[in-house]
């Protein structure tokens, strides 16, 4: 199929945006990751499902090699927006 190496690309580089946001927010709350924790026992012990679902489509892109659906990234967005609000 024509294009999806860069459709793969683009949606790799949303989640990686995704991902990025997340740590961005959680740091202005001083949450930070111990560099003893994957990303994902990081997000789960926080206690947050958005934090989770955020990084669990993060690993399924960046080492899953699957690639994030456009209902996908909005459910991200959201998940991000409601962390935004929370703070």
Do not use: M, W
């Not at 958005?50 to 994030?68: C, D, H, K, P, W």
């Amino acid at each position: 199929r024509a294009g999806l190496k860069g459709e793969k690309n683009e949606t790799g580089a949303a989640a990686v945006e995704f991902y990025q946001r997340l740590t961005n927010l959680l740091a202005a709350r001083g949450l930070k990751r111990d560099n003893n924790q994957t990303p994902l026992e990081f997000a789960a012990g926080l206690g947050l499902n958005e934090a989770v679902s955020v990084t669990q489509a993060y690993n399924r892109v960046r080492f899953g090699g699957e690639e994030l659906s456009l209902a996908e990234q909005r459910q991200l967005e959201a998940a991000l927006d409601n962390l935004k609000g929370d703070s």
